[in-house]
């Protein structure tokens, strides 16, 4: 009855797969290897158990290691999803850990399986692949799942089945060992179907968000592998361990001296990708992302001034000269703001013919000296190839935590006194303080007539919905 009541389990489980599969396609789980996972688990349930007689691999081994495979092949598809990251590093990460879980068994197991089984050192190592596999895909999933932030729960459950497997495999191990495997693991193999059926059905509520793995993440791999490896090594050296582990301990060093080539490429690879993902095309400044990445301290409480910069008479060196020399003229004067530059600042353009300065522990005095520095530099004359040419800026100016406390208010309050100083052609104005009762500091805008003060509270809205 218990033995009816798994491949019922199983069956409905693959059933369940198929379902999902029928769902859209960017709610669906990877089709071929959920498929499998499930399949081979239900051909599993339905062969007999794994014995020490006979040679090669037994189909019910086959079986199980081919659900633990499609496993990590699932919850590798469902990572790259989620993160960016090499498919060349990402499937030699997997490569090489395959050793590394059959080395991990083969030291522990293979001499009480070989004793218990009365088979040799090398039968007893085939007997133990699933159980390799099974250790090796559970800390795949285990990484993995930990990598992505927010966690894929799909990835999670799948972690869990992996887990599941272990105890299966670890129980088919201590059986051929002549010990009993318990009614704990008969049900193992279908309670780890139901469990990829399950996460076949749920959804990940951050499919959209993609993430770029850290320089941590590329080499935590190497390094646990080979110190992995040099320990399994020291101690066959103390104490012999079983062949295949040993060999399977060389095999890792090979394969990480394989990957360790492909970790540096990419690495210059990842560099250059968060560098482009902050950088300018145009100019080499810093983007408006590099200026969130540079406001963030705000936040957190350190001082920081924000000027911000718009050119003067700009759009008349576009109209008459063309783009191309608008363009020229942008990379002389983004040049003059970066060799200005002090330390702690961040010169960013914010597109167009607008650039800002992020001053870390700087006071407003200062940043309105920076900013009056600036202004005089950007109205300096540019040789350009049609002849000298002149523009003018304006800039606001805005401190925190004086003006404001977090960094979108003390941009707003800059970008407000930026478009006062527009009306002045070639003024730095700084923002007021914000009013006690209103507490409105990204609302400053200096003195002027009432319809000039009304235009700039109006474009202040405008930035705030478009956010």
Known sequence: MVAVLQV???????????????????????????LVVVAALLVVVLLPPPSAD??????SSAAAGAAVA???????????????????????????????????????????????????????AVLLVPLGLAWLVLTFCLTTTALLRPPDRRMLVHAVAAAVLVVA???????????????????????????????????????????LESGGD?????????????????????????????????AIIVLVTAKT?????????????????????????GNRRALDHALAVVDAGVPVALVVLDLDRFKAVNDTLGHRAGDDLLVALAGRLREDSGSGEHVVRLGGDEFALVLTHSDLPAAERRARSAVAALARPVDLDGGPVQVGA??????????????????ECAD????????????????????????????????????????????????????
Not at 54 to 59: F, I, L
Not at 428 to 439: H, K, S, Y
Request: charged letters at 15%.
């Open 261 to 285: 080539a492909v970790v540096f490429q990419q690495l210059d690879v990842l560099n250059a990708l968060r560098s482009q993902a902050t950088t300018d095309a145009l100019t080499g400044l």
């Open 416 to 467: 407000a006194a930026m478009y006062a100083a527009k009306r002045r052609d070639g003024a730095v104005v700084v923002a007021p303080l914000p009013e006690p009762a209103a507490g409105a500091a990204a609302d400053a805008v200096d003195a002027g007539p009432d319809d000039d003060r009304r235009r700039t509270d109006r474009r202040v809205a405008e930035r705030r919905g478009g956010g």
């Open 218 to 250: 590329i080499v935590i791999g190497p390094v646990s592998l080979t110190l992995q490896s040099t320990a399994l090594l020291g101690w066959h050296l103390v104490s012999p361990i079983p062949e295949p582990a040993a060999w399977a301990s060389l």
């Open 169 to 211: 495999e670890v129980s088919s191990a201590s059986a051929l060992a002549g010990q009993s495997a318990g009614a704990l693991a008969d049900a193992a193999h279908p309670t780890a179907a139901a469990l990829v059926a399950l996460a076949a059905w749920l959804r990940d509520p951050h499919a959209d968000e993609r993430a």
């Open 54 to 59: 006979g040679s090669g691999v037994q189909p």
């Open 70 to 124: 499609a496993l990590a092949v699932l919850q590798m598809q469902l990572l790259r999803r989620r993160l960016t990251t090499s498919a060349t590093r990402s499937w030699l990460d997997l490569a090489t850990g395959v050793p590394a879980g059959l080395a991990l068994v083969w030291a522990f197991a293979t001499t009480p399986v070989a004793l218990g089984a009365g088979v040799s050192e090398g039968r007893a």
């Open 394 to 411: 304006s800039a606001g100016v805005a401190a925190a935590p004086l003006h404001a406390t977090s960094s979108r208010a003390l941009w």
């Open 8 to 34: 019922v389990v199983a069956a409905a489980s693959l059933l369940a797969v198929v379902a999902a599969l029928a769902r859209p396609a960017h709610r669906r789980p990877p089709a071929l290897p959920a």
